[in-house]
């Protein structure tokens, strides 16, 4: 497994932005695809997005299309979400997810970080 730590978390207005990191150690990170997620107080988790290993493809949950951007920089053993234009609704706790293969299934991926809470007051 890989360990990953999120950062970035944090309380924002609506229309805002925040970035999240994961940074992640222990395994050769370029062999994992990398996802986010996110869950709700009362609900379950939220598949949010997923990268490919080089960072060719990603793919998004329809809610987030078109305002979050995932990237991630090899060299730094770090993957990213960008979130911009921030609801109410997306306020949650963001977790960071890998797995040798994409999916969007959280029950598939076997190392996650510790979460970090996103707040967006309307």
């Known amino acids: 497994q890989v360990q990953l730590v999120e950062s970035g978390g944090g309380l924002v207005q609506a229309g805002g932005s925040l970035r999240l990191s994961c940074a992640a150690s222990?395994?050769?990170?370029?062999?994992?695809?990398m996802g986010w997620f996110r869950q709700a107080p009362g609900k379950e988790r939220e598949f949010v997005g997923h990268?490919?290993?080089?960072?060719?493809?990603?793919y998004y949950a329809e809610s987030v299309k078109g305002r979050f951007t995932i990237s991630r920089d090899n060299a730094k053993n770090t993957v990213y979400l960008q979130m911009n234009n921030l609801k109410p609704e997306d306020t949650a706790v963001y977790y960071c997810?890998?797995?040798?293969?994409?999916?969007?299934?959280?029950?598939?991926?076997?190392?996650w970080g510790q979460g970090t809470q996103v707040t967006v007051s309307s």
């Open positions: 997810a890998a797995r040798p293969g994409i999916a969007t299934n959280p029950e598939t991926y076997d190392s």
């Open positions: 222990g395994r050769t990170f370029s062999n994992y695809v």
């Open positions: 990268i490919s290993r080089n960072g060719g493809t990603t």
